[in-house]
């Protein structure tokens, strides 16, 4: 597998879906379709370290199918700005809030 960085580390639009990871470990995908699967495993290290999980943790046989959940706009830009920010800018904020004095029961 390549090496990404944590900010490439995502499930993209181009990686197949869980529900087609789970049916490529069950061995239920012939062809075509499970050799793109297999390329794309070989080259994607989130799509390869979710089908170890699955392969490790699978469902129970009787669970509801999958069903696609759309994140939230808001909640997805808050994902993104959080994943993108540099850590520079989280290290100066918790060395500010170290910084300022802490209030006691006296001063109250």
């Known amino acids: ?13 181009t990686c197949p879906s869980t529900e087609a990871l789970l049916i490529y470990g069950r061995r239920s995908i012939t062809g075509r379709r499970r ?7 070989s080259a994607c290290d989130f799509c390869g370290a979710e089908m170890q999980l699955l392969s490790r ?3 129970p046989a009787t669970a509801l199918p999958f069903v696609a959940l759309e994140i939230p706009k808001s909640l997805l830009c808050l994902a ?6 540099p850590s520079l800018n989280r290290a100066r904020f918790a060395e500010s809030i ?3 004095e802490r209030l006691t029961l ?3």
């Open 57 to 59: 943790f699978p469902p």
């Open 80 to 85: 993104e700005d959080l994943m993108y920010e």
């Open 98 to 100: 170290q910084e300022i």
């Open 35 to 41: 050799d793109t699967i297999a390329a794309h495993l």
């Open 1 to 13: 597998m390549r090496s990404s960085s944590t900010a490439r580390y995502r499930k993209l639009r």
């Open 106 to 108: 006296t001063d109250a």
